[in-house]
């Protein structure tokens, strides 16, 4: 899934930029670089590939018009979100890298079964069949399997090797040509890949449903086709006179009014999501990390620090496939980027917060574009590590043989009473701190987020200092830091809580305050800034299982733990580290009604307010589980 950032847009215009970036990311996959006609050095055809059980995939192939002294290697992307169509529609530019395409390769774009001019039916996150006894027990790796071998028997001059990559949902479609892959494929880079829909990508985040991105991207994307050929369908929105999502979804009330009022019954895909409230089994079908067997592919997963959609379904398929393929080749890169953004421009900064250096092209030029030729041309040396990681806070690429690095130590970082942070665990008695949560006035999870319709990812780096000054959040910071304190690998937050109320979403922050004297950056004011490092959130009734939600009693206090997710950041001397708590993240995440109820289908009169105490006593120390390398 993509989603991206529509400052104060009109809902025409807003949708109509929507269906841009998805047509054009996986196609483009660039920003503005030197001038390239693409039709000046490739030529095009269009071909409809059989697949074992009849239908046909629409296929496009660019072929350089130089043959050269060796044959060339396919490079492929499949995809849901339309390919250049026509033969005289050339995009701006083909594949990963600039470089690759400059090389000279065989690439290839494919409309997955279902979508736009491919025959077939549609399914949102295809299961990865149990078994392949008919011909008709068809998905994304036997659909990959078949293109393949139609490709390298049917395009001149082809050399036999193939790469597949592609971000988001292509990067889904990938990963599944990773599994049982073709003989010729020999390298895949799954990017930004949807792995998990209920943990941790897309639609969810520890159970608790991420509107703001559903509501849109299924509003305009969700209808099913008629026919091949048609593009994307989505709902008839009424978002009327309103100029932000807050007030939108405040006034629209509980969820089934999506349905009600806007959608009428006509995404599937929403209904599907409001039946399956919990983590059963249509799900679990749909988990990719577990799937990831019989790796024969050199892999490369790239992520990104600040991804807002798929930042889990990078790091937890590169996991999945190392420990489920230990003779795998298997790298993971991870930068300070937001969803899709090692893929064009420089990135030099995101936001606020600059990098000090264009990591963009860095990746593209290092480690992206020698993988792919190395593999598929055999040129060049390649000598990736485990994993390569952009440290945040530092601005730095590092390097590590493992990940999570293996050298980096579990610390705490306790909650304190008097708003402290530190290492050491609370000696005091009855310690907590509250504060009251009322679904009425949720907690905006941006300062524009009542300025603009749609989710600026920024978010995720974001100031946090209008979060600090409300009631309704709770702020505990250390001391100025006496030596830098480096952070590499996974997070944790355990906590110890209390609510009035029998269900509870807890929002956790992990954020690096900048000292006062801090220079500024573009015009901005970079003193005290409160930046975002990582945040995440659990809905509470999954604390102990998300497939059995279990109900909160009444004032008494509760263990609540669950991860942020990885970081690799420093903060450093002369710093602050933060924590903040809260228990809404509004409209990123839908408003809990802090009552024990199927959220899907509550009701307006379900909605309450609950006082939420989070205990730092020695009897119950809530605090921040942390890896840090030592001496660094």
Not at 71 to 84: G, L
Not at 113 to 128: A, D, N, Y
Not at 169 to 192: K, L
Not at 413 to 432: C, N, T
Request: net charge neutral.
């Amino acid at each position: 899934m993509l989603i991206r950032s529509f400052q104060r847009l009109t809902r025409a215009a807003f949708l109509q930029g929507l269906f841009a970036l998805l047509l054009l990311l996986p196609v483009l996959a660039f920003g503005q670089e030197a001038p390239y006609k693409v039709a000046d050095h490739y030529s095009k055809f269009e071909a409809y590939i059989p697949m074992r059980d009849g239908k046909r995939l629409y296929t496009v192939v660019f072929t350089p018009k130089e043959r050269g002294d060796k044959p060339y290697p396919f490079m492929m992307i499949r995809t849901c979100y339309s390919i250049p169509y026509g033969t005289n529609n050339f995009p701006g530019r083909l594949g990963p890298s600039k470089q690759l395409m400059e090389s000279g390769c065989i690439f290839v774009y494919q409309d997955v079964r279902g979508k736009f001019m491919s025959e077939g039916e549609w399914v949102e996150v295809r299961p990865l069949q149990k078994r392949y006894s008919k011909k008709e027990d068809v998905d994304e790796s036997t659909d990959t399997y078949d293109s393949v071998d139609w490709l390298v028997k049917s395009v001149p001059n082809n050399n036999g090797r193939v790469g597949i990559w592609g971000i988001s949902y292509p990067g889904f479609y990938a990963a599944m040509g990773a599994i049982n892959a073709h003989p010729a494929v020999v390298a895949v880079s799954p990017q930004a890949p949807v792995s998990e829909w209920f943990i941790g990508d897309d639609p969810h985040r520890n159970g608790a449903f991420m509107l703001l991105d559903v509501f849109f991207f299924y509003g305009g994307t969700g209808r099913v086709r008629e026919k091949p050929g048609m593009g994307m369908q989505g709902a008839s929105l009424s978002l009327g006179n309103y100029k932000d999502s807050y007030h939108l979804f405040l006034d629209m009330g509980a969820l089934p009014a999506v349905n009600e009022k806007q959608y009428k019954g006509q995404i599937p895909f929403w209904n599907d999501l409001m039946a399956h409230g919990t983590y059963d089994q249509w799900w679990k079908d749909r988990s990719v990390p577990p799937r990831m067997k019989n790796i024969k592919p050199a892999m490369l997963i790239v992520g990104g620090w600040f991804d807002a959609e798929d930042m889990y379904g990078a790091l937890n398929l590169y996991q999945a496939t190392e420990k489920q393929n230990p003779t795998a080749q298997n790298s993971l890169v991870m930068g300070p980027w937001s969803h899709g953004g090692w893929s064009g421009g420089d990135f030099a900064s995101f936001g606020d917060i600059d990098f000090g250096s264009k990591t963009g092209a860095y990746y593209r030029d290092n480690i992206i574009t020698p993988f792919f030729m190395y593999h598929l041309k055999g040129e060049g040396s390649l000598n990736l590590p485990k994993a390569t990681s952009f440290m945040t806070g530092a601005n730095e690429w590092k390097t590590y043989p493992a990940w999570p690095p293996a050298d980096a130590k579990e610390k705490s970082l306790y909650l304190q009473s008097g708003k402290g942070l530190g290492w050491s665990a609370p000696v005091q008695e009855d310690a907590f701190t509250e504060y009251v949560s009322d679904p009425a006035n949720p907690v905006p999870y941006s300062a524009v987020a009542m300025k603009q319709m749609g989710r600026d990812s920024r978010y995720l780096i974001e100031d946090q200092r209008f979060a600090s000054e409300r009631a309704d959040v709770i702020t505990f910071q250390t001391e100025p830091l006496q030596e830098d304190v480096t952070t590499t690998g996974r997070l944790f937050a355990d906590m110890f809580a209390s609510t009035t109320g029998t269900d509870s979403d807890f929002v956790v922050k992990l954020i690096d305050v900048l000292p006062n004297d801090t220079p500024d950056f573009q015009g901005k004011k970079m003193g005290g800034y409160q930046m975002l490092v990582r945040g995440n959130i659990l809905r509470g009734k999954f604390r102990q299982s998300f497939e059995k939600p279990v109900a909160f009693k009444p004032g008494e206090v509760t263990p609540v733990s669950f991860e942020l997710q990885d970081i690799c950041h420093r903060f450093k001397k002369g710093h602050r580290i933060m924590v903040q708590i809260q228990s809404s993240w509004f409209p990123l995440v839908d408003r809990n009604p802090q009552k024990f109820v199927d959220i899907y289908h509550a009701q307006n009169s379900d909605f309450q307010k609950a006082t939420t105490r989070i205990f730092h006593s020695a009897k119950y120390p809530s605090r921040l589980r942390l890896s840090v390398e030592e001496g660094k």
